[in-house]
């Protein structure tokens, strides 16, 4: 079945505490995305990753670092969490970086940063 | 720059019809659409590129109108499963960066 796996699911940890949030896709996709969604700001794009080491910073990068040594793979890592990072992360994948392309997502993950 | 979308709510019977809109400041290359339920991931409706195009999906429907950066999202005859947020994504012509609206609250009562 085609889809975008995240893991976890939740979690709840305490600042400064490193954490990484797994995103694999199975659909063989060059593009894929990093998003955080809180009440009333809709999804916020965090990075995205248009290929295999190519990486590029979306509207809300800060805090986050993210890495794409695989195509299948882009994992979003937060070195240092803070409380703000609280919220609910999807990653997505697409065929190719062209806007022509619809996304797919992944069930999200939901941190709460205490 | 994120789009703007109106209305930012709206409660609606089985049966009538809505219209939700997104508004950018910036040329775009393309207007994205989708669904979120509650608790769940959203799910991609339809793609609009420039050139004005107009696109059906069921009785969702959607255009493009490239000379003012709009977006029109139409919902005709509405259902109960209608029922969720709608987020407009809009991209432009460097690819890459899909910025979405705050979304708008959709719910529809038997």
């Known amino acids: 079945e085609a889809q975008v796996t995240q893991n976890p699911r939740y979690l709840i940890t305490v600042t400064g505490k490193k954490l990484t949030v797994t995103c694999s896709q199975n659909?063989?996709?060059?593009?894929m995305s990093w998003y955080r969604q809180d009440p009333g700001l809709g999804l916020r794009q965090i990075y995205y990753s248009m290929n295999v080491e190519v990486t590029d910073k979306g509207d809300v990068p800060e805090g986050y670092k993210v890495s794409r040594k695989e195509k299948r793979n882009f994992p979003l890592i937060l070195e240092s969490p803070s409380p703000n990072q609280t919220s609910l992360y999807f990653c997505?994948?697409?065929?190719?970086?062209?806007?022509?392309?619809?996304?797919?997502f992944g069930d999200g993950t939901r941190l709460s940063i205490l | 720059q994120q789009p703007v979308q109106s209305p930012q709510a709206v409660i609606l019977r089985e049966g009538e019809d809505a219209v939700i809109n997104c508004s950018s400041s910036k040329a775009l290359y393309s207007v994205h659409w989708y669904r979120q339920k509650h608790g769940e991931a959203p799910v991609f409706l339809m793609i609009l590129l420039k050139g004005g195009e107009q696109k059906g999906h069921d009785k969702i429907s959607a255009s493009f109108n490239e000379k003012k950066q709009q977006s029109s999202l139409y919902l005709t005859a509405s259902q109960l499963s209608y029922s969720g947020t709608y987020f407009c994504?809009?991209?432009?012509?460097?690819?890459?960066?899909?910025?979405f609206g705050q979304g708008t609250e959709l719910s529809v009562k038997p």
């Open positions: 659909m063989n996709h060059e593009y």
């Open positions: 997505a994948s697409r065929l190719q970086g062209a806007g022509n392309q619809p996304q797919h």
């Open positions: 994504g809009t991209e432009g012509f460097m690819g890459g960066k899909l910025i």
